[in-house]
């Protein structure tokens, strides 16, 4: 889409890398003539959720599939997300695709891939019930993953999610906000999750209106927050990676990104990190500190 561009990336982290597991976090962006899209999606990572990395690359991909059908499905008409009702019908009504088609993907890959001995001797004796759950055929929850997804058209935008992780709109002065509700039941290591049973009673959703769509927005999955450990000092480098990508260009910024996230998780706390977002290219240049610079005060 014309003046509007989606990015996505994601980096092992530094404690997988020093236990040899892998890692759990999917992204993915789409950038096509009438939309741009962007996803990030966590798995969990408890050693009991087996196929967690599998359900949140399956997730990022139905999330897409998804919303493409959706904005279809409405012509990618404003009128259509008028009122906060409609809103919240059709947002309802998205949400409950995306979960359904989840399930469907992973039961598919289940059958065709059921459990193997080894995968479940990798989950130890004081979670046994998870074991004898996989045995009886109750295989979802090993599948378990987070999900954010973010769309902008030329008429509207909208961001959508279930569990933890962050979405950060930042404005042409540099100020960062999360326009998404905050889920309570989110904290510590807990997380809402797509393989929960009431999993489509759980989303949580903002609207950004023509006047209102935003000229940067991140996603992060929760290793980028809990590496900062700090709400503004986050705020502030996805200020100013905001920053570098409109005074850099995206190519730059997308390498500045690359070669920053290693070192996020390195000197943070060792989680997976995903950062995916869209970006106005014609915005203006935001003078903030670089994502390096605002790590730094961090040290």
């Known amino acids: 889409m014309e003046n509007y561009f989606a990015f996505a990336e994601t980096c092992i982290g530094e404690s997988h890398l020093r236990h040899n597991t892998i890692c759990q976090d999917s992204s993915l962006c789409v950038n ?30 139905c999330a897409s ?53 080894e995968e479940l001797s990798l989950i130890p004796e004081n979670l046994a019930r998870y074991r004898e759950r996989y045995q009886r055929g109750d295989f979802l929850g090993a599948y378990g993953t987070t999900l954010i997804a973010l769309v902008i058209t030329e008429e ?40 929960q049973e009431d999993a489509v009673q759980s989303l949580r959703f903002c609207y950004f209106d023509k006047e209102s769509i935003p000229e940067a927005v991140f996603l992060g999955t929760d290793g980028v927050e809990d590496s900062y450990g700090d709400f503004e000092l986050m705020h502030r480098f996805y200020a100013g990676l905001a920053g570098i990508f409109n005074s850099c260009g995206i190519d730059d910024g997308i390498n500045q990104l690359k070669e ?31 994502a390096e610079t605002a790590d730094s005060e961090n040290e």
């Not at 009991?48 to 991909?61: A, F």
């Not at 409950?96 to 598919?108: G, K, N, T």
């Not at 959508?160 to 002065?173: E, R």
């Not at 000197?267 to 950062?275: A, I, R, Y």
């Open 32 to 61: 096509k003539e009438k939309y741009a899209l962007a996803t990030v999606a966590d798995g969990h990572g408890s050693v009991q959720y087996l196929r967690t990395k599998i359900g949140s690359q399956l997730c990022v991909e």
């Open 65 to 117: 599939e998804c919303i493409d059908e959706f904005l279809s499905s409405i012509d990618y008409a404003p009128e259509a997300l008028a009122s906060e009702k409609q809103r919240n019908e059709l947002f309802s009504q998205l949400w409950r695709s995306i979960v359904s088609l989840w399930h469907q993907r992973a039961e598919e890959h289940y059958n065709n891939n059921p459990f193997t001995e």
């Open 156 to 195: 509207f935008g909208f961001c959508i999610q279930i569990g933890d992780g962050t979405c950060v709109v930042v404005d042409n002065q540099g100020i960062a906000t999360e326009p998404v509700p905050v889920d309570e039941n989110c904290y510590g290591c807990v997380t809402t999750s797509i393989c």
């Open 260 to 290: 920053f996230l290693p070192r996020l998780t390195r000197e943070g706390n060792g989680d997976d990190v995903s950062v995916a977002g869209i970006i106005k290219l014609s915005g203006a240049v935001i003078e903030k500190e670089s």
